[in-house]
């Protein structure tokens, strides 16, 4: 747990180094919160930490592996628990590509579960990528101690997610029922900067076509009365997409080479329908 939020994997474009920077945009009061990609869950779980008024909140993702472990953390802690333990005692480099090679379809929500945040916590970088057929390709990272199973975090995801209805959705179905007044945040995969720095989390594409229906998906949310918010990378393509609504920039520190050594502040565009009031 780093900033009092906790955490279960790392994810790639995870926002906990731009929190600070994002507190200002979320509405003081929220009844319901839709979260349409939610990868590692940062902002759900600090939404759910600092509004105890929240009533439900919907988190969704295209992964299905990351949402079956996000059931398995709400509903079988225990069990999660224990057995992410046993792959603690277990775990080294021919352990490693044992479960790597598991057939996903055949095991039980729980085994998915386990060998995901296994994966997750021991693989090269916490990346995920998937080959053409879906299989998870990284190879062992380089970790001496591995923490595999971060049980209080677990814990306290676990008891924070009872308020949550999560499932696999595509973005635009999983926010068709929500209604005036409630709280929409897209962290959608960025735009690129340029093509090959792509992030690719599963085997589809993000990439013109869905930006452009993920910006219909939002003016459509306007209309309705729904506030929300939006994370991009800060390119011409993305600005011109949401021209009318207010952006605001912030800082990331990214990979920006293809070295891997190499990390520097970028801008980063945040929109919202809703002007922002607070100041940092
Ligand atoms: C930028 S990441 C989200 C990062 C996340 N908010 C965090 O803090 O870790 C983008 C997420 O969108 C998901 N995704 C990609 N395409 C999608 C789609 N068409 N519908 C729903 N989710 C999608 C990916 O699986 C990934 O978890």
Request: proline share 3%; with cysteine; hydrophobic share 30%.
């Amino acid at each position: 747990m780093s900033n009092g939020i906790p955490s279960f994997i790392k994810w790639a474009g995870g926002k906990k180094q731009l929190l600070e920077q994002f507190k200002q945009f979320f509405p003081d009061k929220i009844e319901n919160y839709y979260e349409s990609f939610v990868g590692g869950g940062t902002i759900g779980f600090y939404l759910l930490k600092t509004h105890p008024e929240i009533k439900k909140i919907y988190l969704s993702d295209i992964n299905k592996e990351l949402v079956t472990t996000y059931k398995v953390v709400k509903n079988d802690i225990n069990n999660l628990i224990n057995l992410l333990k046993q792959y603690k005692e277990k775990h080294n480099k021919e352990f490693y590509y044992k479960i790597r090679s598991q057939e996903v379809n055949k095991l039980s929500e729980l085994q998915i579960a386990t060998r995901f945040i296994y994966l997750n916590k021991t693989c090269f970088n916490g990346l995920y990528r998937v080959n053409s057929k879906g299989q998870f390709n990284v190879p062992i990272g380089d970790y001496k101690n591995p923490t595999i199973c971060q049980e209080e975090d677990l814990r306290e995801i676990s008891k924070l997610l009872q308020k949550d209805d999560i499932s696999v959705k595509q973005f635009y179905d999983a926010v068709k029922k929500a209604k005036k007044g409630d709280f929409i945040y897209f962290d959608p995969p960025y735009y690129p900067l340029n093509r090959s720095s792509f992030t690719k989390y599963t085997k589809e594409q993000f990439l013109e076509k869905e930006q452009e229906k993920l910006a219909e998906v939002f003016k459509d949310l306007d209309k309705r009365g729904c506030k929300v918010m939006l994370s991009n990378s800060d390119t011409e393509f993305i600005k011109n997409l949401y021209r009318g609504y207010y952006i605001s920039v912030v800082k990331a520190t990214r990979m920006i080479n293809c070295n891997a050594t190499k990390r520097g502040k970028i801008n980063e565009i945040v929109i919202t329908n809703y002007l922002i009031q607070k100041k940092i």
